[in-house]
Nanobody, 126 residues
């Protein structure tokens, strides 16, 4: 059974930093792209970042570019999202998703993703 578990969320002041983790079990996580998304109350889910299977290619949404960094450690079956210079608009539930293939295709939108975690709450206070 494929399972993704996010962790590392919490309450942080604006300007602070935190690192989220997405850990996988039940399958060969290392062979797939992984993405991060977030959803704020009353808003649609938003693409945050994605990373290809070997970490060689990374992608970011415009609102987080330059502030967030995605990395992966395939030896630990874990993908990380480093959130720097947090803003109140970064508040939301952050989800990770496992891709259908090794590569993330920006033009394919949600079709890239097949499994989702339960999410971790990030709250940024101003």
């Amino acid at each position: 059974q494929v399972q993704l578990v996010e962790s590392g969320g919490g309450l942080m002041q604006a300007g602070g930093s935190m690192t989220l983790s997405c850990s996988a079990s039940g399958h060969i996580f290392n062979n797939f792209a992984v993405g991060w998304f977030r959803q704020a109350p009353g808003k649609e889910r938003e693409f945050v970042s994605a990373i290809n299977w070997n970490g060689a290619s990374t992608y970011y949404g415009d609102s987080v570019k330059g502030r967030f960094t995605i990395t992966r450690d395939n030896g630990k079956s874990t993908v990380y999202l480093r959130l720097n210079t947090l803003e109140s608009d970064d508040t939301g539930v952050y989800y990770c998703a496992r891709g259908r293939s090794r590569t993330y295709y920006p033009g394919d939108g949600d079709n890239n993703w097949i499994y989702w975690g339960q999410g971790t709450q990030v709250t940024v206070s101003s």
